[in-house]
């Protein structure tokens, strides 16, 4: 059963005031099948946690390791760590003018498969998860993300998840700027993908209510770049009602202690 | 308001603004026009015309030669079979006879060095509508020195596209001549895929008539040293001309054009919109877009437009638009210039998609140049260029990934 292992994992961003180190010693295993939900407040390191594991060159590594089925993925470019079977899900998913999204998905497919899709059954694959997430099929001719409203980006996030089969996928905010229709709309979409995949979910948010459509088994708070505590669904009642200030540090001038 | 002319500007004659030695109608372009050499001193980076050339590196082409005659031509409809000799009339013929000589006069050395040059001169007439876009097929022979020159006119009232298509290796001197008239609506499109150690040096001559519309499309390729020069003006009024323009640019390589557009009747409308990518070392490309607008032209509509791609470091591209207004009565004169690098956002959001940074490149380069490509609403003309793109990022390629990238 494949299996996500983050050990003791630190890293940093270059800053105008200089390095910063972001992470502070992660750890964290995923099974394939389970969904975690990563709670936190914000500036506490959730964002650079997903984007470090997918491999954006701004976030660096200094020490620990992130294996997916025993191997690092640290060493690996991002489209070999995608290859491998992880997904980010953007929470600003960037646009990519003059590049179909029909092209960007065949081509993305071909590389993830390691061959081209045959064209009959991919179309009717694409046209069928385009309908299930209640995409207009113009979408398939427009530019990648190009013009899209916030919330069909993230339809367009959860098409590919559903496309693309990953073994783990990161959700980052995927519910931020969405209304009440399109939360459900793309949460059904994850649970589709997931029933059908039974893939490890990282389901990176603020707040609760996208909880209410994608349950998640383990709930952890993360802070000032680490996971401070973890518990079962019951904790992320607990945040709702109290709030993220226990877990901030003394001092702290974060939004959410300022809130 | 609209029939309210501004004359208040000394202009030379309208009939021959370019008459030596009257003044000269643009500050930026004091060239004279004339089919005589002595007239033109041989090229150096001091003057203005060629500030951005590496003139050192095409000396043969600044003295008259004996050309090789080596290049093959070849014209048949886009699909290869042949055309209709009612629609189009393909004539060979001597330099300075038929419709040779009659757009304009050569504007600097090279383009009259062509002219001194050339013996022979290729005339397309598009006599009525064409079904299917004419393809003429110009494949260089060799290294040895040739002068070509082509002539395509339409005639009243035709609607029809022409492809010029150069591959092969060459050092080529190229006239064109592009001539309309009244109300015709055609297509002009220029491709080099020339082999890596070509060089081209080309001077295109366009008038475009009354109430008549011109796109031209000019994708440079390939070529060690490419340098096309466009200057275009209009016959009356309502004219519409829309160009085009896309250029990859190797190490090493300089690729230039220019293009000149001169507002000489009321309420034409002109667009220039040129497109590079390029990378590596001393990788250079020159874009100079100079836009006149005359006394004579109120309502004059007018915008061009270049942007830059840096694939890696160590490129270099000019851009330099030129707008000279000397009319207040106009709809618009606006221009854009930029240089960029990689938008390395977008390489990661594709990679993170498991696409290989080489293959994300190309799909956002593809995409750069696809929304150019995109506007030119001829599925036949788009494809043909789409092909000649996709080959050019495909070099390199395995099989399956050119599939996936040739896929429309």
């Known amino acids: 059963m494949p299996t996500l292992e983050i050990k003791d994992l630190y890293a940093s961003v270059e800053t105008k005031e200089g390095r910063k180190q972001i992470l502070r010693g992660v750890n964290l295993t995923v099974n394939s099948g389970e969904t975690h939900a990563i709670m936190g407040p914000n500036g506490s390191g959730k964002s650079t946690l997903a984007y470090t594991l997918a491999g954006h060159p701004k976030y660096e590594v200094d020490s620990g390791e992130v294996l997916l089925d025993g191997e690092d993925i640290l060493m690996m470019t991002p489209d070999e760590r995608a290859k491998a079977g992880l997904f980010l899900a953007m929470q600003y998913p960037v646009e990519v003018p003059g590049v179909s999204m029909t092209n960007f998905l065949r081509t993305a497919k071909t590389e993830i498969d390691g061959r081209a899709p045959a064209i009959r059954t991919w179309t009717k694959e694409l046209t069928e998860a385009m309908r299930r997430l209640k995409m207009d099929p113009k979408f398939a001719t427009r530019s990648v993300n190009e013009g899209f409203s916030g919330g069909e980006k993230k339809r367009a996030e959860v098409l590919q998840l559903e496309l693309l089969k990953p073994k783990f996928a990161i959700l980052d905010e995927t519910d931020s700027g969405l209304d009440v229709d399109a939360l459900r709309i793309v949460s059904e979409g994850v649970n589709r993908a997931k029933e059908a995949n039974d893939f490890g979910i990282l389901m990176v948010t603020h707040y609760t209510r996208i909880l209410k459509y994608i349950k998640p088994d383990i709930v952890h708070v993360f802070a000032d770049g680490h996971f401070v505590k973890t518990g079962g669904p019951e904790l992320a009642d607990e945040l709702e009602e109290r709030g993220y200030d226990e877990y901030l540090p003394e001092g702290s001038d974060s939004e959410s202690a300022l809130a | ?408």
């Open chain 2, 1 to 408: 308001m609209a029939d309210r002319k501004e004359i208040n500007i000394p202009v030379a004659d309208p009939n021959d603004p370019y008459a030596v030695p009257a003044a000269m109608p643009s500050s930026a372009d004091t060239n004279p026009r004339s089919f005589d050499l002595a007239d033109f001193a041989a090229p150096t980076r001091k003057q203005e015309d060629w500030r951005f050339t590496p003139v050192e590196r095409i000396p043969e082409f600044f003295d008259p030669f004996t050309p090789s005659g080596a290049t093959r031509i070849s014209v048949s409809a886009i699909d290869g079979s042949p055309l209709d000799a009612d629609d189009v009339d393909v004539r060979e013929t001597t330099l300075g006879e038929d419709l040779s000589g009659t757009v304009g006069k050569p504007n600097d050395r090279v383009s009259a060095v062509e002219w001194n040059s050339a013996t022979r001169a290729w005339v397309v007439e598009l006599k009525r509508d064409t079904q299917r876009p004419v393809l003429v097929r110009v494949h260089g022979a060799g290294l040895d020195l040739d002068a070509l020159h082509f002539v395509i006119a339409a005639r009243d009232g035709v609607h029809g596209d022409i492809v010029i298509e150069h591959d092969g290796d060459a050092r080529l001197a190229e006239g064109v001549e592009i001539v309309t008239g009244r109300d015709a609506h055609i297509s002009t499109t220029f491709i080099q895929e020339w082999g890596p150690v070509s060089k081209h040096v080309a001077n295109h001559r366009i008038h475009l008539g009354a109430e008549s519309s011109l796109r031209h499309s000019v994708v440079t390729l390939g070529g060690a040293f490419v340098r096309i020069r466009i200057d275009q003006d209009f016959g009356g009024a309502h004219g519409d001309v829309n160009m085009l323009g896309i250029y990859f640019v190797d190490p090493g390589e300089h690729i230039e054009h220019r293009t000149m557009v001169v507002h000489n009747h009321p309420e034409c409308k002109s667009r220039v919109v040129y497109k590079g990518a390029l990378s590596g070392k001393d990788a250079h490309s020159t874009w100079v877009g100079n836009a006149l607008i005359e006394p004579t032209a109120p309502g004059t509509d007018s915008y061009e437009l270049n942007r830059n791609l840096v694939l890696t470091p160590g490129a270099v591209a000019d851009s330099e638009p030129n707008l000279e207004i000397e009319n207040g009565n106009i709809i618009g004169a606006g221009h854009a210039s930029s240089v960029g690098r990689f938008d390395d956002e977008e390489l990661f959001y594709l990679q993170s998609r498991g696409i290989p940074e080489p293959q994300a490149r190309k799909l956002v380069v593809r995409g750069f140049f696809g929304e150019l490509v995109e506007e030119i609403g001829i599925d036949e003309l788009a494809d043909h260029l789409m092909n000649a793109i996709d080959r050019r990022l495909a070099r390199g390629e395995d099989e399956a990934m050119q599939t996936v990238l040739e896929e429309k």
